[in-house]
């Protein structure tokens, strides 16, 4: 019997779902079974599928129920003692299953191993590496971090099946999200994390629709406020839990360039809790500056001059930073273009970081870039 089950929910994704199981068989750890469900396809993706012989292959139908639904399905239909998910549009790197199921084997008591991941493009270059426990060296049961800024890449983790099984898996009604909403309610009843400090995953961004992700969330939190204690536990209540969502939808509505939403979200939050939200600036900063860096963002700089010119009357002391997160925004196109070999433009993108920011002329990793990028600018010159 196996002792890892993957899952892959998939739907209409004929063009990478390939990729996606064959980044499994290809894995150095090999007592495993994979699970392709999929979620109603009307593509060619069950005879892609079925091409691939290899018996650790089952191949699972349904009409299509969303990837909750799925993956649940997927859960019920496995065997083995450890579970971990891939999305059918992302791939795992080789070692994953090798280097995280000795973490589940050595100690009983850890219920879930997380990794880091690899942000790429559509033609696979490679945009960021994230090694999120250089900012969660330890996981913890913050329950506020879970809820928010959860800080793991669902598709790095594997799971004890047990609990899965407690906690009752995917909440069938979401869409989106899901992997927040049991990620919280498994650290809530006590499962421990533990960290596996090696990039396991190689993920390309996307981005939900406002109303898809706003519905979902909103769920999630109405769930996790049904326990009278949480505003004890994380520290904040219900309205404040949904100002931070509205904060959220804010960026991602300018994000789209949706100026009147970011608006009304930002505008939302503030009458949810005033006093509150005037205490959270760094917070709101620091979710700009995520939204320029962001892969799926490519004018960085754009984005920040979108957000500070529709910015509500009442968020306007915002602009005292602009400064500041236009030279992050800068650092980001910098870093972006240095990857696409756009040497002219990564100087003046770093030139400008320093010009918003000059105490950035130290910073070694800019200075590092800068050195390449000249140094390239001259080599095709003179070729």
């Not at 996606?20 to 109603?40: K, M, P, R």
């Not at 299509?64 to 993956?71: G, K, T």
């Not at 060296?137 to 971090?145: A, I």
């Amino acid at each position: 019997m196996p002792k890892v089950s993957v899952i892959i929910p998939t739907y209409n994704r004929a063009d990478t779902i390939q990729g996606a199981i064959y980044s499994v068989l290809n894995q150095t750890y090999t007592n495993f079974e994979l699970l392709v469900v999929d979620d109603g396809s009307t593509d060619d993706t069950k005879e892609i599928v079925n091409k691939i012989n290899d018996s650790r292959i089952c191949y699972i139908w349904q009409r299509n129920q969303e990837r909750s639904v799925a993956r649940n399905n997927g859960i019920r239909s496995s065997t083995g003692d450890y579970v971990s998910f891939l999305d059918s549009d992302d791939e795992y790197l080789p070692h994953k299953l090798e280097v995280q199921v000795p973490v589940l084997d050595k100690n009983k008591d850890t219920g879930m191993v997380l990794g880091g991941w690899i942000d790429v493009d559509n033609n696979g270059i490679v945009l960021r590496k994230n090694s999120p426990w250089n900012l969660r060296p330890e996981l913890n049961h913050d329950l506020k971090d879970w809820l928010f800024s959860s800080p793991v890449h669902f598709c790095t983790s594997l799971v004890r099946r047990e609990w899965l099984e407690y906690t009752g898996g995917f909440d069938p009604c979401l869409i989106r999200g899901e992997d927040v909403d049991l990620w919280f309610r498994m650290i809530h009843a006590g499962c421990q994390p533990e960290w596996v400090k090696s990039h396991v995953l190689q993920f390309q961004h996307h981005i939900s629709d406002l109303p898809v992700y706003e519905k979902n969330y909103q769920r999630i939190l109405d769930k996790a406020y049904t326990d009278p204690e949480l505003p004890d536990l994380i520290g904040i209540n219900k309205d404040q839990a949904t100002a931070i969502l509205c904060i959220e939808l804010a960026f991602r509505a300018y994000l789209f360039r949706g100026g009147n939403e970011g608006q009304s979200y930002l505008i939302r939050a503030g009458i949810l809790d005033s006093n509150w939200i005037n205490q959270r600036d760094e917070e709101i900063i620091t979710k700009i500056v995520g939204f320029a860096w962001n892969p799926v963002n490519s004018d960085p700089v754009g984005y920040v001059e979108f957000v500070f010119n529709n910015l509500p009357y009442d968020f306007r002391r915002l602009n005292k930073q602009k400064n500041w997160i236009l030279s992050r925004a800068w650092m980001a196109q910098s870093f972006r273009t240095s990857l696409y070999d756009q040497q002219k433009e990564t100087i003046k993108a770093l030139l400008l970081t320093i010009k918003y920011d000059p105490s950035l002329i130290f910073n070694k990793g800019i200075l590092s870039l800068y050195r390449k990028s000249i140094i390239r600018l001259i080599s095709d010159y003179i070729h």
